[in-house]
C-alpha cells in the first residue's frame, strides 16, 4: 500500500521503533514491515550532517552547530525544510494483532499507526 507522510513522521516512527522493547518475534514483523523507512531516515541523515557541516564549527573533534551561533536560524530553517519534504513509502501494513498481547502506550502506538492496517 502507498503511504504518504512527511519526513518527521518517518522521524518519529523510526525513532518509536528503536525505542519499543518487543518480543523478538513481534520486533522481526514490525522491522520487516517498516523496511521502506530505512531508505528514507538514511536520505534524511546524510541531508542533516550536511548541514550540520556546512552551519556548524568544530568543537572537541565534533562538528556542531550550537543553538546560540549566528549559524543557528539558518540551520534550523533548513531543517525544518527537511522535516516539511512529503514522501511517498510502499509499505505492505500488518494486522494490529501482529502486535500480540504487549503493553504499549498510545503515545508509543501514535508514530508508527499507519504501519497497521485495522
Do not use: C, H
Amino acid at each position: 500500500m502507498e503511504i504518504k507522510l512527511k519526513m518527521r513522521d518517518v522521524l518519529a516512527a523510526y525513532t518509536t521503533l528503536q525505542n519499543l522493547d518487543l518480543p523478538a518475534p513481534i520486533a522481526l514483523k514490525i522491522m520487516r514491515a517498516a523496511r521502506p523507512l530505512e531508505a528514507e531516515f538514511a536520505a534524511y541523515e546524510q541531508q542533516r550532517l550536511r548541514l550540520v557541516n556546512k552551519y556548524g564549527q568544530k568543537s572537541g573533534g565534533q562538528v556542531m552547530v550550537a543553538q546560540d551561533s549566528e549559524q543557528w536560524p539558518r540551520f534550523a530553517a533548513e531543517i525544518q525544510q527537511l522535516l516539511d519534504v512529503d514522501i511517498t513509502v510502499e509499505i505492505e501494513p500488518l494486522p494490529i494483532e501482529a502486535l500480540g498481547p504487549i503493553r504499549i502506550t498510545p503515545a508509543a502506538l501514535g508514530p508508527i499507526l499507519f504501519l497497521f492496517a485495522d
